[in-house]
């Protein structure tokens, strides 16, 4: 069965640093992987995804995130964070060979000026 | 534009009532899921289906059950609504796993 680690629940940042967001998947095969974002009283977006072929996979609103499968990670990235990306972030896996999908404990960014 | 819908925002229960949370999509999505969001503890599958009359239990099923008797509509039961079931449930569809899951809006229980 697939299992997501985000080692970090809160994180807080200045405005313009660099961010990196961290998140470790357990599953038998390669996944399917995805970050996704949760603004406060908001429904969950899609930042990215990773199925296969290119491990740097590029998002919305400026975010990257990398897969790698020697580390099973898929961390986001974004080199200079503003204010309004303060909100919840959650990493995901899929199942290639099912239909689960499993979500980790969430990663909450503060932005400070 | 792609819809997922809760049917309820906002819903206040007895202990031991019988609930049911409905969750209707019109995006032809082949799986379902649902989730409960607490504080802290991020999403935690419950159930998900991937087909019509198929499902499968998810991490936290204890004192849940599902029907998916159509595609369109999965519906979450609390057979006997206990406190520790107030949270916020979330209702998700994805065609194939590979595809982005499109949320409904949430539904925020309260079990008194």
């Known amino acids: 069965a697939q299992s997501v680690t985000q080692p970090d629940i809160h994180i807080t940042v200045s405005e313009g640093a660099s961010l990196e967001l961290r998140c470790n998947y357990s599953y038998g095969a390669t996944p399917y992987l995805f970050w996704y974002v949760q603004s406060p009283g908001q429904g969950l977006q899609l930042l990215l995804k990773?199925?296969?072929?290119?491990?740097l996979v590029q998002g919305i609103k400026g975010f990257e995130a990398e897969f790698k499968r020697s580390q099973s990670s898929f961390n986001l990235r974004k080199p200079s964070v503003h204010w309004s990306d303060a909100a919840e972030y959650f990493c995901?896996?899929?199942?290639?060979?099912?239909?689960?999908?499993?979500f980790g404990a969430g990663t909450i960014l503060r932005v400070k000026s | 534009d792609v819809k997922v819908t809760q049917s309820s925002r906002y819903l206040v229960k007895r202990t031991g009532e019988k609930v049911f949370l409905e969750c209707v999509q019109d995006?032809?999505?082949?799986?379902m899921f649902w989730y409960r969001q607490d504080p802290g503890l991020g999403l935690r599958l419950i159930y998900f289906?991937?087909?019509?009359?198929?499902?499968e239990k998810g991490d936290i099923p204890e004192g849940y059950s599902v029907s998916r008797e159509k595609k369109e509509r999965f519906s979450l039961i609390l057979e006997s609504a206990s406190t520790n079931q107030t949270s916020m449930y979330l209702c998700?569809?994805?065609?194939?796993?590979?595809?982005?899951?499109?949320f409904g809006q949430g539904t925020r229980l309260t079990v008194v």
């Open positions: 998700a569809g994805t065609r194939n796993m590979n595809t982005e899951a499109f």
């Open positions: 995901a896996v899929g199942a290639r060979y099912g239909n689960k999908l499993v």
């Open positions: 990773y199925f296969s072929g290119d491990t």
């Open positions: 289906s991937y087909d019509v009359k198929m499902k």
């Open positions: 995006m032809d999505h082949e799986n």
